[in-house]
């Protein structure tokens, strides 16, 4: 049984530690901006064309798992703040597999998410100025934030800080304007009225699991404000803040979002999917150079996903390796930084660039599939962990209980139920099983791993 007293060290391997250089203006965006991710402006496109109007439904549900989640980790993070986040907490509550299985299964997802990111951002760029190359691009971006995450933590911290910033001033402009012309009061546009919404469930229950399970990935990366706590001034306060206010965020930036979206622009239009859900309703509205601006927040989006994701991959490997789950070399750290982490997780997420290049149709696409439900995995270490440590922190450290997850443990019992849930229908869909059993593969690989190493530490 693992130990109630298992705690993340704060010192790297070289009896360095981590700096505390974040502020907490720095979290408090990080956790606004971090719910406005690439998913949204770019991934949302394709579950409004399946789902239609029910779309909005579709995020509500998923927005409510989304908050099960993240409540159940803030209490943990608040609890014990770490640069591990979830992937500590699973050690502490599971035992050392659990957490080798979380966080490295984590950390090649985000570590493929910079090398899509990057792609995605560069296809942008390209666009604008035609016969530049992709890969140029793509290698511009990742020596950009590379250097940026070696230099030190309040580089992030800014960089995060005003990315955050232009996404949420963005969007809320967004949404005023849309809500304006919904009203028949924007100067120069008629009330779309309720006409595209007559038509709710288009493709019937089939469309709205499709939109389900796009909305379900749309909400990765909020975690990594649980990961950047650790590194603040003040982690406890900072992790209760974030999670405090996920409610009002999530309903009105996804959820408001869609709902405005589909009531001005049919959710049959091309141009949903061709040019992206927000740039299509900006168009819809006839503001001049409207649609072109949405394109440079969704650079943005793109460029803070990479920042935050280079980010996060390197402080969970930092953290493994700290407890003994990853090769030494990793754990090094320099100026408060763990730079070889850093160097290592942007090599692995440039290499998945040159793969989608080199061998998109069989290895690359198998990396995306095997990627495909990690955020699944890593939400069920979370409320098992959670449903463990609650009883244990009532227990032994009361006090520790500064956020609280509501109704426990009935609430806890039905977000794993609704994770359940999207596993079935993961299952059910042709595009998404295979993501299912690639995923289900690599999580099987590691906890086998895992379980050896802690087996073979145990006999020490």
Same mark, same amino acid.
């Given at each position: 049984m693992p130990s109630s007293t298992t705690q993340e060290t704060p010192t790297g391997t070289d009896g360095v530690s981590l700096s505390h250089?974040?502020?907490?203006?720095?979290?408090?965006?990080i956790a606004l901006g971090g719910v406005i991710g690439a998913g949204l402006f770019v991934g949302s496109g394709a579950g409004i064309a399946a789902a239609g109007p029910s $779309? #909005?439904?579709?995020?509500?549900?998923?927005?409510?798992?989304v908050m099960l989640v993240m409540r159940m980790l803030g209490e943990m993070s608040a609890a014990y703040p770490s640069s591990g986040s979830f992937s500590a907490h699973a050690e502490r509550a599971i035992g050392p597999w659990a957490g080798f299985t979380a966080g490295w299964s984590f950390w090649v997802?985000?570590?493929? +998410?910079? !090398?899509?990111? !990057? $792609?995605? +951002? +560069?296809?942008?760029?390209s666009g604008w100025l035609p016969g530049t190359p992709e890969w140029a691009w793509v290698a511009l971006f990742m020596v950009v934030f590379c250097g940026t995450n070696l230099a030190a933590v309040k580089n992030f911290g800014e960089f995060e800080f005003w990315f955050a910033a232009l996404k949420v001033a963005a969007i809320t402009l967004? &949404?005023?304007?849309?809500v304006l012309a919904i009203l028949g009061v924007l100067p120069g546009t008629d009330s779309p009225g309720t006409g595209n919404l007559t038509d709710f469930l288009p493709n019937g229950g089939e469309g709205l699991v499709i939109g389900l399970l796009a909305s379900v990935f749309a909400y990765g990366g909020l975690e990594t404000v649980t990961i950047a706590a650790a590194e603040s001034e003040n982690p406890v306060q900072g992790v209760a803040s974030a999670v405090r206010t996920a409610m009002w965020r999530i309903a009105l930036f996804y959820v408001g979002s869609m709902a405005v979206i589909v009531t001005l622009v049919p959710w049959? %239009?091309?141009?949903?999917?061709?040019?992206?859900?927000? #740039? +299509?309703? *900006?168009?819809?509205?006839?503001i001049p150079g409207a649609g072109q601006l949405m394109n440079v927040v969704v650079l943005v989006a793109l460029l803070s996903a990479m920042n935050a994701n280079i980010y996060g991959a390197s402080r969970i490997a930092y953290s493994l390796v700290e407890r003994g789950q990853g090769p030494k070399g990793l754990g090094r750290?320099?100026? !408060?930084?763990?730079?070889?982490?850093? *160097?290592? %997780?942007?090599?692995?997420?440039?290499?998945?660039? &040159?793969?989608?290049?080199?061998?998109?149709?069989?290895?690359?696409?198998?990396?995306?599939?095997?990627?495909?439900a990690v955020i699944l995995v890593v939400w069920i270490f979370i409320a098992v962990s959670q449903l463990r440590l609650r009883r244990r922190m009532e227990r032994e450290a009361p006090g520790k209980l500064v956020v609280r997850m509501w109704a426990f443990p009935w609430l806890t019992w039905l977000a794993l139920a609704g994770m359940a849930a999207v596993f079935v229908l993961m299952a059910r869909e042709p595009d998404t099983r295979v993501q299912l059993y690639s995923t289900g593969g690599m999580t099987l690989a590691l906890a086998a791993v895992g379980y050896a190493w802690q087996k073979a530490r145990a006999r020490r």
């Amino acid at each position: 049984m693992p130990s109630s007293t298992t705690q993340e060290t704060p010192t790297g391997t070289d009896g360095v530690s981590l700096s505390h250089g974040l502020k907490q203006r720095h979290l408090s965006m990080i956790a606004l901006g971090g719910v406005i991710g690439a998913g949204l402006f770019v991934g949302s496109g394709a579950g409004i064309a399946a789902a239609g109007p029910s $779309i #909005v439904v579709a995020y509500a549900l998923s927005g409510l798992l989304v908050m099960l989640v993240m409540r159940m980790l803030g209490e943990m993070s608040a609890a014990y703040p770490s640069s591990g986040s979830f992937s500590a907490h699973a050690e502490r509550a599971i035992g050392p597999w659990a957490g080798f299985t979380a966080g490295w299964s984590f950390w090649v997802l985000l570590c493929t +998410a910079v !090398g899509l990111e !990057g $792609i995605g +951002a +560069a296809k942008i760029v390209s666009g604008w100025l035609p016969g530049t190359p992709e890969w140029a691009w793509v290698a511009l971006f990742m020596v950009v934030f590379c250097g940026t995450n070696l230099a030190a933590v309040k580089n992030f911290g800014e960089f995060e800080f005003w990315f955050a910033a232009l996404k949420v001033a963005a969007i809320t402009l967004f &949404l005023v304007l849309g809500v304006l012309a919904i009203l028949g009061v924007l100067p120069g546009t008629d009330s779309p009225g309720t006409g595209n919404l007559t038509d709710f469930l288009p493709n019937g229950g089939e469309g709205l699991v499709i939109g389900l399970l796009a909305s379900v990935f749309a909400y990765g990366g909020l975690e990594t404000v649980t990961i950047a706590a650790a590194e603040s001034e003040n982690p406890v306060q900072g992790v209760a803040s974030a999670v405090r206010t996920a409610m009002w965020r999530i309903a009105l930036f996804y959820v408001g979002s869609m709902a405005v979206i589909v009531t001005l622009v049919p959710w049959d %239009s091309e141009e949903v999917v061709e040019k992206g859900p927000y #740039v +299509a309703a *900006l168009d819809e509205l006839g503001i001049p150079g409207a649609g072109q601006l949405m394109n440079v927040v969704v650079l943005v989006a793109l460029l803070s996903a990479m920042n935050a994701n280079i980010y996060g991959a390197s402080r969970i490997a930092y953290s493994l390796v700290e407890r003994g789950q990853g090769p030494k070399g990793l754990g090094r750290v320099s100026g !408060g930084v763990p730079r070889t982490a850093v *160097l290592a %997780s942007c090599v692995f997420g440039f290499l998945c660039v &040159l793969l989608s290049y080199w061998r998109p149709n069989d290895v690359f696409a198998w990396l995306l599939n095997m990627i495909g439900a990690v955020i699944l995995v890593v939400w069920i270490f979370i409320a098992v962990s959670q449903l463990r440590l609650r009883r244990r922190m009532e227990r032994e450290a009361p006090g520790k209980l500064v956020v609280r997850m509501w109704a426990f443990p009935w609430l806890t019992w039905l977000a794993l139920a609704g994770m359940a849930a999207v596993f079935v229908l993961m299952a059910r869909e042709p595009d998404t099983r295979v993501q299912l059993y690639s995923t289900g593969g690599m999580t099987l690989a590691l906890a086998a791993v895992g379980y050896a190493w802690q087996k073979a530490r145990a006999r020490r």
